[in-house]
């Protein structure tokens, strides 16, 4: 009896192995899949799936100027270093560019571009910053005083999405990759669900979209876990910026993502699941979709006459900030003649490897 005992005490007591490699000591639990690994063998396996992810979807060919969404938190940050690292390494052969959007947000993105810049000298990529200001003459600052704290984050979406592109332009980039990871793609399904976007749910997990656009974008981190991302750039020391968005924490999509996290907490899996269920959705042949065709204002793509960013800069030009908010059409006839009098300045005209791309403010 005393020597079960204390051959339980001995394995009590003895470090445990790394799953993996069977010779250094485990240092962490994966989230993904629970191993028990150390953390030269959890580098690799982590860049290692991020490499088979871009190989297998093809993501990239040599010679690509690639636009990296550079917003100084974690998920850009880990992307940053590691695609850095990967095309050293396996020589991919791409230029590397950080394109940063400040939205103007005091107290929160001057601070996390300052991680950015950190970053520029760290990776030795270069840095275009593009900001609200620049680009539509409001801040987000500036709006969420015009339209409080609900519905700023419809405005924002919008318009870093268009600003994404145009700083792309600006640079020249073939293409823009994003630190979204898989956790935030399992939200969006359910968020698409949850309203009933048919659309958008056809393509919400696609690895890449937007190549009927003027810049396709790309997720390298589709199937890889936040808590992942953030252990990574724990053990690694990478600088980062950790501190969420003042005017985010009313966000609709905060009570998916809580509902996402009380899932993981269940079963692991589910994150990796629920992605792969929005990828076998399968919509209705007689389900009528969104043509996809150009803002007749500004030329960037839109299923409408008037792209969303045009109708919300109309109604904050206009002193109606809710103009746009919602899914009823806001613009025919003479509202249309109005919007182009308050629009119609002068052109921004960006020439890259795509040709002219034109928007006008």
């Known amino acids: ?117 950190r970053n520029e000298i760290q990776y030795g990529l270069p840095l275009k910053i593009v900001s609200y200001k620049e680009l539509y003459q409001w801040t987000m600052d500036e709006i969420v005083k015009a339209i409080g704290l609900k519905n700023n984050c419809t405005f924002c979406g919008v318009f870093r999405r268009q600003a994404l592109d145009r700083g792309a332009a600006l640079i020249q980039a073939d293409k823009i990759v994003t630190g979204h990871n898989a956790d935030d793609i399992a939200e969006t399904v359910l968020l698409n669900i949850l309203r009933g976007d048919i659309a958008r749910l056809s393509r919400c997990t696609s690895i890449t979209t937007g190549e009927d656009g003027p810049i396709p974008r790309c997720k390298p981190f589709k199937y890889t876990y936040e808590k992942e991302i953030v252990m990574y750039a724990y053990f690694k020391k990478l600088d980062y910026f950790s501190t969420e968005c003042i005017y ?55 299923s409408q006459k008037l792209c969303k960013a045009c109708v919300l800069l109309e109604g904050l030009n206009r002193g109606l900030p809710k103009l746009g908010i919602g899914r009823k059409k806001v613009c025919s006839g003479e509202d249309q003649v109005q919007s182009k009098r308050h629009l119609e300045n002068k052109a921004l005209s960006f020439h890259g490897k795509h040709g002219n791309v034109e928007w006008k403010r």
């Open 1 to 117: 009896m005393e020597g079960v005992e204390a051959s339980e005490k001995v394995k009590r007591t003895t470090p445990r192995l790394c799953s993996l490699c069977n010779q250094r000591k485990a240092a962490l639990r994966r989230p993904k899949t629970l191993e028990q690994i150390c953390r030269e063998c959890f580098y690799n396996v982590f860049e290692d799936e991020i490499h088979r992810v871009i190989v297998e979807n093809n993501l990239f060919k040599p010679g690509d100027r690639i636009a990296i969404g550079a917003s100084g938190g974690k998920d850009s940050t880990v992307l940053a270093y590691v695609l850095s690292e990967l095309n050293k390494r396996h020589n991919y052969g791409l230029d590397l560019f950080l394109l940063s959007i400040d939205e103007g947000i005091t107290g929160y993105r001057d601070d996390s571009l300052e991680t950015v810049k």
């Open 248 to 302: 985010s924490p009313n966000a609709y999509r905060g009570f998916a993502r809580e509902f996402i996290k009380d899932l993981e907490r269940i079963r692991p899996r589910a994150i990796l699941d629920i992605i792969r269920s929005g990828e076998d959705f399968r919509i209705s042949t007689t389900t009528r979709m969104p043509e996809q065709g150009t803002c007749q204002q500004c030329g960037y793509i839109s």
